[in-house]
């Protein structure tokens, strides 16, 4: 169902953010630079004084500047009950880690629901938003019942239930939430969902359509939208694992013609390395645990996860090839993607690890790491100060992804003339 009405900017709204980590703390920043009055609460005491004293650091392009922006007036405080007090809106961006099942565990979120709901007021009308991604039926379920519990009010006319989650990557986080393309609403009833679109469209620097719908058809399309994401590029990667055993094949020729036709589109359609990151994995796994649960077997999620662990099992495959014994490797980029330094399941890493226990010596680098401090252990690789570091002291570059900095390190290789192989061929 689409609902469409002109929005308000210089209407503020009153919101708070609970949860101010990698996307909760830039959405608070951008409700709040667009003349929301925002109010923002995290459990850690260290997050909350960094963000109140304009000293975080962080990688996420845009972030610190807008932080330190004299017009932003988030207020961090200290407890939860100060967050509720006044707030119309609630956003909840909390973790919801996966479980060896592949579900979502709801640990957190139902914590945040019970403070959040035990301190609305009696006479307060509040919708809350539950931003971080959960399984189907979460919201409907154990996330509604706690809620009503705990505010000892019936989800309805004076207490709304939103399920609004963001279709964001890390490192463009700011730009994916004021140019998204859609946003995605499900709702309690139409008065939460249209208060949560007004806060949204106050971030937007576009016209974006809104998708309003029941909380549980939003859960399904949040996890259904990165499955679909991850089988084109598994489909792609598939198929230079097959290009690899014929001859006279160049991928990105195939690839780009296949895109051309519209019911596929050349986004995403690109074999290179395998998808990772904290969203693509485990919402493909989550959505194979809910085929399962609904007894239904062999799933597209579950072969485009057995696609995916192989194609990384095929790239150090490739790269061993050309190493000899003995000598050191060098990896250049250990965080999954460009402007963020998360590592959760990066084909860097994943590579460290693998030739490490094959016994090569692993030398690497990462700038965002390096930007943002990070002073980090590990046995399976020694972290260097520069990629010209790395460049110097390896007998053999690994370009594990695309760099911020491309084009100094091409430099940087051609200048050395070490032998590198570049999973993304962009040089």
């Known amino acids: 169902m689409v609902l469409s009405f002109v929005i308000d900017k210089e209407a503020y709204i009153n919101l708070a953010v609970i949860g101010l980590g990698k996307l909760g703390l830039p959405l608070a920043v951008l409700l709040a630079s667009n003349g ?12 909350r004084d960094l963000v109140r004293s304009k000293t975080l650091k962080s990688s996420e392009p845009g972030l610190i500047k807008l932080i330190n922006s004299p017009s932003i007036s988030l207020n961090v405080v200290e407890n939860i009950k100060k ?3 006044g707030s119309e ?15 979502f565990s709801n640990e957190y979120v139902i914590d945040a629901v019970n403070n959040v709901g035990k301190h609305i007021g009696s006479s307060q009308r509040v919708v809350i938003d539950i931003v971080s991604t959960v399984m189907p039926g979460s919201c409907e379920g154990p996330i509604k019942s706690a809620l009503e519990r705990s505010s000892r009010k019936l989800v309805g006319h004076e207490v709304g239930l939103c399920y609004n989650p963001e279709f964001i990557a890390l490192g463009s986080v700011l730009h994916d939430m004021e140019m998204p393309d859609m946003h995605l609403i499900g709702q309690s009833s139409p008065w939460a969902g249209e208060i949560v679109e007004k806060a949204l469209q106050s971030i937007v620097k576009k016209i974006v359509p809104s998708r309003r719908m029941s909380l549980t058809e939003a859960e399904l399309v949040k996890i259904a939208v990165n499955n679909f994401v991850t089988m084109k590029i598994s489909f792609a990667n598939s198929l230079l694992q097959a290009s690899s055993r014929l001859t006279k094949i160049d991928i990105d020729v195939v690839t780009e013609a ?3 036709d519209t ?8 074999a290179a390395a395998p998808y990772g990151g904290p969203c693509f994995p485990r919402d493909t796994r989550a959505l194979a645990a809910l085929y399962q649960d609904l007894e239904i077997s062999d799933s597209l999620s579950e072969a485009t996860e057995t696609v995916n662990k192989s194609h990384v099992d095929f790239i150090v495959n490739s790269i061993c090839k050309q190493l000899k014994k003995g000598e050191k490797v060098g990896i250049l980029g250990l965080s999954y993607k460009a402007g963020t ?14 030739l490490s226990g094959l016994g090569f010596e692993i030398l690497a680098w990462d700038q965002e790491i390096s930007a943002e ?4 252990i590990d046995k399976h690789y020694k972290l260097c100060e520069s990629s010209s570091k790395v460049i ?5 570059v690994v370009i594990s992804r695309v760099l911020a900095d491309n084009s100094i390190v091409k430099k940087q290789l051609l200048n050395s003339h070490r032998p590198f192989h570049d999973i993304w061929r962009q040089f």
């Not at 809106?89 to 579900?103: R, Y």
């Not at 019911?263 to 690109?270: C, D, E, T």
């Open 89 to 103: 809106v609630i956003f909840i961006i909390v973790p919801t880690p996966s479980l060896p099942s592949g579900h």
């Open 263 to 270: 019911r596929i589109g050349n986004k995403y359609l690109k």
């Open 341 to 354: 330094s998360v590592k959760d399941e990066s084909l860097g890493v994943l590579i460290a690890r693998t």
């Open 83 to 85: 967050a509720v007090e």
């Open 373 to 376: 401090g990070i002073n980090e």
């Open 258 to 260: 296949l895109g051309l």
């Open 392 to 396: 110097r002291d390896a007998d053999f």
């Open 36 to 47: 929301n009055r925002v109010k923002g609460f995290d459990n850690s005491q260290v997050v």
